[in-house]
């Protein structure tokens, strides 16, 4: 079955720094790639997702690019705020099996 | 407004006893999940449902059942709880399709076993 893993387990970045968070995934069939942000005590919620169709995706600070050959996928967060301290999660799925989660990122962002 | 809930939010029960989580969603989802996740840490799948009559068991079963009766309803029961159950219990469903395809989770039950 897939497997997804996720590097760092944790980033502390400066406020305005960029920051970048890589995962790998095993199942070439893959093709929906979607990264999630859990706020403290909070759900985790959709940030961004990508298609195995495209290979970049951009949404104002955030972006994630795709590489399929290599079967990595990252997330990039520009001019990084406070209110980016969380955990992300990254995720890969095909068709309609379940999403197989990354053990998730501890981002902190300081001001 | 479509969402997802789940009741209770907090449960402490005692060693041994039955408890069941419910989940229902607004969203007319036909896929469903079950996850166990302390704070901030990794996800683990339970159990999922593609639909009404059909329940799979994730990497993780934990000695628990799930039924899918109705599309919107689908929980989870713990027939002998232990303190190793103590943690957080997270509902979520998904879309079908390309452009509805997200997986939206629920605000979670927190679950304390003494």
């Known amino acids: 079955g897939e497997n997804v893993e996720q590097h760092p387990s944790t980033l502390s970045v400066q406020e305005g720094d960029s920051a970048v968070i890589k995962c790998t995934y095993s199942d070439s069939a893959s093709n929906y790639f979607p990264w999630y942000k859990q706020e403290l005590g909070k759900r985790p919620q959709l940030i961004i997702d990508i298609r195995s169709n495209v290979g970049e995706k951009k949404d104002q600070r955030i972006a994630v690019t795709l590489n399929k050959t290599a079967k990595h996928f990252s997330l990039h967060i520009t001019e990084t705020q406070p209110e980016d301290s969380a955990v992300y999660f990254c995720a890969a799925s095909k068709g309609n099996t379940p999403l197989v989660f990354g053990k998730g990122t501890r981002l902190s962002v300081i001001a | 407004e479509a969402d997802i809930y789940q009741t209770p939010r907090y449960l402490v029960i005692g060693t041994g006893k039955k408890i069941t989580l419910e989940c229902s969603q607004t969203m007319g989802h036909d896929k469903m999940y079950w996850y166990q996740q302390d704070p901030g840490m990794e996800l683990h799948l339970i159990h999922y449902?593609?639909?009404?009559?059909?329940?799979e068991k994730g990497d993780l079963s934990s000695e628990s059942t799930v039924s899918r009766i109705r599309t919107e309803h689908f929980p989870l029961t713990l027939e002998s709880a232990r303190p190793s159950h103590t943690s957080q219990y997270l509902c979520?469903?998904?879309?079908?399709?390309?452009?509805?395809?997200?997986?939206?989770f629920g605000p979670g039950t927190r679950l304390t076993v003494l």
């Open positions: 979520a469903s998904r879309g079908e399709g390309q452009g509805n395809n997200e997986q939206f």
């Open positions: 449902s593609y639909g009404v009559n059909s329940t």
